[in-house]
Structures are given as C-alpha cells and as structure tokens.
C-alpha cells in the first residue's frame, strides 16, 4: 500500500515565478492538507481541501493556491515567488477532515528560490 | 491564537537512560494534541495523539505522552532511549479551529 507521495523531489525556481507541486493521498484517504516547512521551523498550515474545495486556510496569502482532483490527489500553486517561500513543503492525507482524523505526511517537496 | 511551545532546541540523553520531550499547548476549546518525529530528509511520522481518554497515551516504539490539562502540556516520555529514537521531534497542538499548529521541534540526541 502507497503512501503518500509528492513530486518532485526538488525544485529550483526563480524569484516570481510560478510553481506547482504535486500530492497523491495515500490509499482511501480523501482530505488533503498543505504544510510549509522552513528551515529549522515546524511545519506551517496552508490549506486543507476536502470534495475538490477548500475547507480551511491558514495565514498564507493569496499567491498560495491549491486544487484537489475527483481522485483525491492534489496541486499547490505558488505565484510570483519569494525568496522567503524557499522550504520544504509537505503534504498530508486523512480519512476526514477532522483533527481526530490522523495525518501521514508524505516526504515533502524541497522548494528553493534563487 | 492558538500556539504550541517546545521550550527545548535539543534534548540529550545516554542510551538506556529515560527521556522527555517537553510540550505546552494554548488551544481554544478541548485540545487535540500530536507527536510526530522527523527523520532527514523524511516527511514526519505520527507517534501519537491524545483526543480525550486517558491521560497518558502510548504510542509507537515504545513512547508514550502525558497530557496535564491544568499546566497545558504533553510531555512526551519513554523509559529507555535507543540510539536509533535521535531525531527531530514535532509537537502539534489543535482545537475549536480545527487548524493543527506544530511547535519549532526538539532534537533529540541519544549518546551510545
């Protein structure tokens, strides 16, 4: 049984371009939730989206976009980057919605912006 | 605004010897509340939770957490380190928002 996987691995990109990243949940699970882990920090909520909408978002700003598939999988879109939105970026996959609902997280995407 | 403390940048211990990983929380409402543990260049693995129950949960490998309402904390504990337990561990705390907030991590060093 899969996991949850990202794509890519790694990522370089240049100051304000545009990125998106990739989310496969793992098997049976339909909730989708982005993190942005920097450097030396925790990870960092950006959004969770359930039935192709978004049902929460943290304090990311609008550049911060995402999608959710009929398949569960996911996309986060990243406009006019920064140099500050070089991280790591995780995603997460439950059952619900919830907090009780636990999250596997899958390996991240190393976001670097140059 | 909800928050999640790890008062701690590192924590050191010899192996055999037992450990704790300090957690506060200030949550609105009931709290829910996580350990995950991050090894390089891993995404994080849930030990876990505590949703309500009692207050002290056992997880994965041997690591267990006790949840004390009155000084808002969630220690995580286990009797015997192992060198294999050195890692970076995330505390997450979450409540009536439904957002679920990480604290900055405490590293954990077991000396053989």
């Known amino acids: 049984d899969a996991g949850v996987t990202q794509s890519p691995t790694h990522l370089i990109k240049t100051r304000g371009q545009q990125v998106t990243l990739r989310c496969s949940p793992k098997?049976?699970?339909?909730?989708v939730s982005w993190y942005q882990q920097a450097l030396g920090q925790g990870p960092q909520f950006i959004f969770q989206?359930?039935?192709?909408?978004?049902?929460q978002r943290g304090n990311f700003p609008d550049r911060f976009s995402g999608h959710q598939f009929p398949n569960y999988s996911s996309e986060l879109n990243v406009n006019a980057l920064l140099l500050g939105d070089s991280a790591l970026y995780l995603c997460?996959?439950?059952?619900?919605?919830?907090?009780?609902?636990?999250?596997?997280f899958g390996p991240g995407t190393r976001l670097t912006v140059t | 605004a909800q928050s999640v403390a790890q008062p701690e940048d590192q924590v050191n211990v010899a192996e055999g010897n037992p450990l704790t990983v300090k957690c506060t929380y200030s949550?609105?409402?009931?709290?829910?509340l996580f350990w995950y543990v991050q090894y390089p260049n891993r995404g994080l693995q849930f030990l876990l939770k505590?949703?309500?129950?009692?207050?002290l949960v056992k997880g994965s490998y041997g690591f267990e957490a006790e949840f004390n309402k009155s000084q808002t904390s969630f220690h995580l504990k286990k009797p015997s380190a192992l060198v294999s337990d050195s890692a970076l561990y995330f505390c997450?705390?979450?409540?009536?928002?439904?957002?679920?907030?990480f604290g900055t991590g405490t590293l954990l060093a077991v000396q053989p």
């Open positions: 949550v609105s409402g009931n709290p829910y």
């Open positions: 997450a705390a979450g409540g009536a928002t439904n957002k679920l907030i």
């Open positions: 989206y359930y039935e192709e909408e978004e049902r």
């Open positions: 505590y949703i309500t129950g009692d207050n």
């Open positions: 098997s049976g699970h339909d909730t």
């Open positions: 997460a996959s439950s059952t619900g919605q919830g907090l009780s609902y636990e999250q596997y």
